[in-house]
């Protein structure tokens, strides 16, 4: 249920709800798919490949790569696409952009009913005939008399795929380092530096800069290549010599060598593991001796260090480094979310439409009733709120209390 039929549900909600709200609907003008968002194409590159993947996964009889393709690709959409691309719904402007996500999320949404109705019929028959059959007189009546989807090569892009799956890592180990930090997506950073494993040119990602500032909710992005991170990147060598094999060769040397190879200068022993990691012995010079070490003899563990103010995660071959220093003006913009994300909760609580327009009251403290003041077009902008003011609040007013960075805050709602 969570890990599927919630996620499809409440996406092929989403659509549905912001369709309505727009009058879009599968009539409306659609961008040819080459004029499309690049996060359009990218998720159309996938729908197809999953369309190949489970065709021929039914057409062997194998029941796993017939569904499970299709559970990876529904997460993918709602949890990638779906979010990275939401204010592209909420925005007022009718526009090509618009217009491209309303159709690229419908015709995803079509596809997977078809693709999961031998296994799901009825979920299946419930989306098909709203996407579809009430909408269209010529349509089958149900998705079980319909026409399997069929692949369009042209669509799928492999370079473009593997792109995206790259930058999904990259944005995990950014959510990584908020996560280590203590720090909640809500509070904007400064920047994020990524450090690419080799053979990646960092020019790629530039293209997706805009998504990684909206998914991460930071100022700033910057790609970087292996070789120009030794400057921002600290490595740490350890060199653990074995006791079981290094005691019984040394003898009452072991402790000196032990010693050397543990305890010296960091430049000294990333030379020494240089030496050892490229499978050659290490000669080491002790008080006019000459120990020889074998690269089978110890252990050695690099672990890499980010410079202050910054939290760091790694993963195969690749880096994230968040600047985590936050001055006034970045603390402000984190109090106006926490704001937002009240309001919104209340205009929940209330049972308010999506496009019911409110007024907003409050009695704030501080640095919240400044920041309140600050941001106050971009709180009202994304709480749908015409009327915003400091001031008494009466039973008229929905209400609660708060306290947002050990400061009060009284906010109070209404419906316009």
């Known amino acids: 249920m969570r890990k599927f039929w919630s996620t499809l549900w409440n996406t092929y909600s989403f659509l549905v709800t912001y369709a309505n709200l ?15 968002d690049l996060l359009d194409q990218w998720v159309l590159s996938e729908l197809h490949q999953t369309i190949q993947t489970v065709t021929e996964a039914y057409d062997n009889y194998d029941a796993p790569n017939a569904t499970r393709p299709v ?18 719904f909420w925005k007022n402007e009718q526009d090509t952009d618009k217009a491209g996500a309303y159709a690229t999320l419908y015709e995803c949404l079509v596809a997977i009913s078809h693709l999961i109705a ?17 909408d269209n007189d010529k349509a089958p009546p149900s998705i079980h008399l319909s026409q399997w989807p069929q692949v369009d090569a042209a669509i799928i892009r492999p370079a473009l795929m593997d792109e995206m799956k790259l930058l999904r890592q990259l944005v995990s180990l950014g959510l990584a380092a908020r996560n280590e930090a203590g720090i909640k997506v809500r509070q904007p950073l400064a920047g994020a530096t990524f450090v690419l ?10 293209t997706f800069a805009d998504l990684v500032h909206s998914e991460l909710n930071v100022k700033q992005t910057t790609f970087l290549p292996a070789a120009e991170a030794q400057n921002l990147i600290e490595e740490i060598v350890r060199i653990n010599p074995l006791p079981q094999l290094l005691g019984k060769k040394f ?30 012995p ?21 672990s890499s260090v980010a410079p202050e103010g910054y939290v760091m ?28 994300r009240r309001v919104q909760n209340l205009r929940r609580e209330a049972n308010f439409q999506l496009n019911d327009r409110i007024a907003i009251r409050y009695q704030a403290e501080g640095n919240l009733a400044g920041a309140m003041i600050q941001f106050s077009d971009s709180i009202c902008g994304e709480t749908l709120c015409d009327e915003m003011e400091q001031g008494n609040i009466n039973a008229e007013w929905l209400q609660a209390e708060f306290h947002i960075d050990s400061s009060r805050l009284l906010l109070g709602i209404k419906q316009l």
Request: charged content about 30%; hydrophobic content about 40%.
């Open 22 to 36: 727009d009058g879009w609907t599968p009539n409306s003008p659609r961008p040819a798919v080459e004029d499309r």
């Open 71 to 88: 559970q990876a690709f529904v997460e993918a959409l709602s949890n990638w696409y779906v979010r990275l691309g939401r204010r592209r």
């Open 118 to 134: 031998p296994a799901m019929p009825f979920l299946s028959e419930a989306m098909y005939r709203n996407l579809v059959a009430s």
């Open 197 to 206: 494993r080799p053979g990646v040119d960092p020019r790629t990602f530039e």
């Open 251 to 280: 003898g009452k040397d072991f402790r000196q060598v032990q010693s050397a190879m543990r305890e010296g200068k960091q430049e000294v022993l990333r030379n020494h593991a240089a030496t050892l990691l490229a499978e050659s």
């Open 282 to 302: 290490l000669n080491l010079q002790l008080d006019g001796k000459e120990f020889e070490v074998l690269p089978e003899e110890v252990e050695i563990h690099i």
């Open 313 to 340: 995660a790694a993963e195969g071959g690749c880096a994230a480094l968040l600047d985590v220093r936050l001055d006034q003006a970045l603390r402000d913009e984190g109090l106006a979310r926490e704001v937002v």
